[in-house]
Nanobody
Framework: QVQLVESGGGLVQAGGSLRLSCAAS????????MGWFRQAPGKEREFVAL????????YYADSVKGRFTISRDNAKNTVYLQMNSLKPEDTAVYYC????????????????????WGQGTQVTVSS
């Protein structure tokens, strides 16, 4: 059974940085796509970033492009989300996600396309 455990959330001032981690376990993740979604209060879940486990290729939402970086450590089975230049509108619960096949860019932004979700970690950016 795949398990995803996020950590690294917290409170930060606007302009600051945080790094989220997602520890994955339960199987090998070759050919998997892993990523991050977020959900702000009263809003739908929003795609943030995706990484292809084998190739390391990445894909980002326009709202975070140039500020966030997704990466993975194969040896540790961990995915990271480095968040810089944070804005109050980045405040949300951030979820780690995984699916066993590589999605198209359209499918990548669809929450229901992912088989596995972590429990979420809160990120709060104060103005």
């Amino acid at each position: 059974q795949v398990q995803l455990v996020e950590s690294g959330g917290g409170l930060v001032q606007a302009g600051g940085s945080l790094r989220l981690s997602c520890a994955a376990s339960g199987r090998t993740f070759s050919n998997y796509a892993m990523g991050w979604f977020r959900q702000a209060p009263g809003k739908e879940r929003e795609f943030v970033a995706l990484i292809r486990w084998n190739s390391g290729n990445t894909y980002y939402a326009d709202s975070v492009k140039g500020r966030f970086t997704i990466s993975r450590d194969n040896a540790k089975n961990t995915v990271y989300l480095q968040m810089n230049s944070l804005k109050p509108e980045d405040t949300a619960v951030y979820y780690c996600v995984a699916r066993p096949t590589i999605p198209t860019t359209v499918v990548a932004a669809t929450p229901s396309a992912y088989d596995y979700w972590g429990q979420g970690t809160q990120v709060t950016v104060s103005s």
